[in-house]
């Protein structure tokens, strides 16, 4: 899925333990929690789980994310018609487990993007509200790939993920600054034809600190690549 102007090694990142953080049935990660395991030898039964994620009872709307994850490394084609549904999860800032439901929406964005690309606006919201969520990374991870082959459902939101530039996280950092390269890359035009210089501009300004000084060296390199195709 990589695009084309020097991105064929790059790799977007998961976070540094993102089975386990997929897996966690806490947004905090603790380790006291249940987790979201699932049986990757059972069915997949799209039906039911579809029926799962519609319920109101929250413990079997837990037990569909638990099916997905248990299959999505394995039978990504088959959990595409969840998307929207996990997306509707992702919106709950109660629910506790982000992280499993940001890990299955960043395999099914790499699997089909134009699947996952209508909830762009939905995924980028999370992220630049919670920079340093643990389900971030794979929120930045699912808007790479977007970007990679359909970059317009990014293109107006370019400004907007400047707090994922700003995160902690490295693995945030990196999978930020490659979504912003590849919507410069894929875009129909200058992009000041969608967002305002100054704008661009302070961008361009985040990105060139982070080439500069970053200590993650896939940052600096996509910032890098995002700073020079911005314009």
């Given at each position: 899925m990589?695009?084309?102007?020097g991105?064929g090694?790059?790799?977007?990142h998961?976070?540094a333990?993102s089975?386990?953080?997929?897996?966690?049935n806490?947004?905090g990660?603790?380790?006291?929690s249940?987790?979201?395991h699932?049986?990757?030898d059972?069915?997949?039964?799209?039906?039911?789980?579809?029926?799962?994620?519609?319920?109101?009872?929250?413990?079997?709307?837990r037990?569909?994310?638990?099916?997905?994850?248990?299959?999505?490394?394995?039978r990504?084609?088959?959990?595409?018609p969840?998307?929207?549904?996990?997306?509707t999860?992702?919106?709950?800032?109660?629910?506790e487990?982000?992280?499993?439901?940001?890990y299955?929406?960043?395999?099914l964005a790499?699997?089909?993007?134009?699947?996952?690309?209508?909830?762009?606006d939905?995924?980028v919201?999370?992220?630049t509200?919670?920079?340093?969520?643990?389900a971030?990374?794979?929120c930045?991870?699912?808007?790479?790939?977007?970007a990679d082959?359909r970059?317009g459902a990014l293109?107006?939101?370019v400004?907007a993920?400047?707090?994922?530039l700003?995160?902690?996280d490295a693995?945030?950092?990196?999978n930020?600054?490659?979504a912003?390269?590849r919507?410069?890359?894929?875009a129909?035009g200058?992009?000041?034809q969608t967002?305002?210089?100054?704008?661009?501009?302070?961008?361009?300004?985040?990105l060139?600190?982070?080439?500069?000084?970053?200590?993650?060296?896939?940052?600096r390199?996509?910032?890098?690549?995002?700073r020079d195709r911005?314009?």
């Open positions: 990589d695009g084309d102007g991105e090694s790059a790799q977007l998961r976070s333990d089975h386990a953080a997929a897996d966690s806490s947004s990660g603790s380790s006291s249940p987790t979201l699932g049986d990757a059972a069915e997949f039964n799209l039906p039911a789980v579809l029926a799962q994620l519609d319920a109101t009872d929250a413990d079997v709307q037990q569909a994310v638990r099916t997905i994850r248990a299959h999505v490394d394995d990504p084609e088959a959990c595409i969840t998307v929207s549904k996990l997306r999860l992702l919106e709950r800032p109660d629910l487990y982000h992280e499993a439901v940001a299955c929406l960043a395999e790499e699997e089909s993007a134009a699947d996952v690309a209508p909830s762009a939905e995924i919201s999370f992220a509200e919670r920079p340093s969520h643990p971030t990374a794979d930045c991870r699912s808007l790479a790939a977007i082959e970059p293109v107006d939101r400004d993920l400047v707090p994922t700003e995160s902690d693995t945030v950092r990196a930020a600054a490659l912003l390269a919507v410069a890359d894929g129909d200058p992009l000041e967002d305002t210089p100054d704008v661009l501009e302070d961008v361009r300004a985040i060139a600190d982070l080439e500069r000084t970053d200590p993650d060296p896939d940052v390199e996509w910032a890098a690549q995002a911005l314009r």
